[in-house]
Each structure stands twice: as structure tokens, then as C-alpha cells.
T-cell receptor
Framework: DQQVKQNSPSLSVQEGRISILNCDYTNSMFDYFLWYKKYPAEGPTFLISISSIKDKNEDGRFTVFLNKSAKHLSLHIVPSQPGDSAVYFCAASVSGNNRKLIWGLGTSLAVNP | EAQVTQNPRYLITVTGKKLTVTCSQNMNHEYMSWYRQDPGLGLRQIYYSMNVEVTDKGDVPEGYKVSRKEKRNFPLILESPSPNQTSLYFC??????????????FGSGTRLTVV
């Protein structure tokens, strides 16, 4: 049973527009949510995170929003650039000694020039 | 440059032939972990280590071993590989007590094929 779900396998946007990537979760015990970007033949690269006690975190062009009542988070990229084309993973951190991340299956973003 | 280095990047082997995938980090991180990535299943944790000589099982440890004799190295050992271990493997490390807010640093991955 997937505890972290990214329901859109792919997304295509025009350069300069906003990209919105969505993620839903089921476990109320998650304490941090993280977004990673992955290019082909490379490992995932950490982008941005948000604590479960916050509802927004911003870093440059990237903003993550957390809606705890809906168990939903989203990553906004504004403006989108062709170099943002990659697979984006949502992950959640489980409270406890094992710093394990529970991962979504990813959304492939294509930013078209 | 701060990084996690995995070797080899690609490996094709035969069933039953023992192999080791190496992982090394130069950031003095205490915590290291191995994940495998499979289509439709995402990334799943195999083993993790919270410090030297401290290791524990993740979600899918069967068929794997690890060791942590030095802080920087965390090799993944397949004593008798089987075809269902064909996968993309990632090593990761972090200095934090929790993955957030800084997340893990990942290696570039090892594509393993067992025939």
C-alpha cells in the first residue's frame, strides 16, 4: 500500500509558466516532506523540504505547500525552465531512529521551450 | 566536492556469484543507507547504518548484507545474487538526525543485472 502517492506520472508545461507537482499521503505520523529531482543516469538531488508543522516553504523558484487536513502537498516551480525537465519525487520522513524516507513513484516533468 | 561515490555504475553478473557494490562519502556523515529502485515500486530501503558498526534492516533486506567498519564506507554485499535482485541501487548519506530539512545526498546509482 503506497503511503506516498504521486498520481500524475507525467506533466508538460511551457517555459516561463508555473509547474505544479502534487503528492498525497496517508500517514499522519510523517514529520518532514521532501522533494527530490532526478535526471537520467544520476542519483536523486534534494530540492526542498517542509516540516509537518509548517504550511509553506520557499526557496528561490521552488515553493512547497502542505495541506495537512487534506494530506496533500504540492511543489510549485515558477518560472519553469527547460533545465527543470526531470523526474520529481515526493518523499516523507518517518519519526523514529531510522531516518527512512517513504517515496512516491515520481512525476516526469517536461518543460518545453 | 562533497559527494557520495558508488562503484561500479553498471554491473552484469550471473546467478550465485558473490558481488560487492561499494559506497563512500567524504562528508563525515554518520548516517548511510542503501535503496533499490524498481518500476512501479519506487525506492525502497534495504539497509541503513546510524554509525560505525551500527547497521539495521530496512524494508527489503533479504539477500543482502552490509558492513560499516569505517565512517566513510558502506558496502552492499550480495552473497548469492538472484535475478530478482536486478535493480537500480542507490547509496545515500546524511549528517542530520532526520532526513529533513536537509535531505540525503545520493550517489549516482549502480545498475545491476543478474542473469
Amino acid at each position: 500500500d503506497q503511503q506516498v502517492k504521486q498520481n500524475s506520472p507525467s506533466l508538460s508545461v511551457q517555459e516561463g509558466r508555473i509547474s505544479i507537482l502534487n503528492c498525497d499521503y496517508t500517514n499522519s505520523m510523517f514529520d518532514y516532506f521532501l522533494w527530490y529531482k532526478k535526471y537520467p543516469a544520476e542519483g536523486p538531488t534534494f530540492l526542498i523540504s517542509i516540516s509537518s508543522i509548517k504550511d509553506k516553504n520557499e526557496d528561490g523558484r521552488f515553493t512547497v505547500f502542505l495541506n495537512k487536513s487534506a494530506k496533500h502537498l504540492s511543489l510549485h516551480i515558477v518560472p519553469s525552465q527547460p533545465g527543470d525537465s526531470a523526474v520529481y519525487f515526493c518523499a516523507a520522513s518517518v519519526s523514529g531512529n531510522n531516518r527512512k524516507l517513504i517515496w512516491g513513484l515520481g512525476t516526469s516533468l517536461a518543460v518545453n521551450p | 566536492e562533497a559527494q557520495v561515490t558508488q562503484n561500479p555504475r553498471y554491473l552484469i553478473t550471473v546467478t550465485g556469484k558473490k558481488l560487492t557494490v561499494t559506497c563512500s562519502q567524504n562528508m563525515n556523515h554518520e548516517y548511510m543507507s542503501w535503496y533499490r529502485q524498481d518500476p512501479g515500486l519506487g525506492l525502497r530501503q534495504i539497509y541503513y547504518s546510524m554509525n560505525v558498526e551500527v547497521t539495521d534492516k530496512g524494508d527489503v533486506p533479504e539477500g543482502y548484507k552490509v558492513s560499516r567498519k569505517e565512517k566513510r564506507n558502506f558496502p552492499l554485499i550480495l552473497e548469492s545474487p538472484s535475478p530478482n535482485q536486478t535493480s537500480l541501487y542507490f547509496c545515500a548519506s546524511t549528517r542530520e538526525r532526520r532526513p529533513g530539512p536537509y535531505g540525503y545526498t545520493f550517489g549516482s546509482g549502480t545498475r545491476l543485472t543478474v542473469v
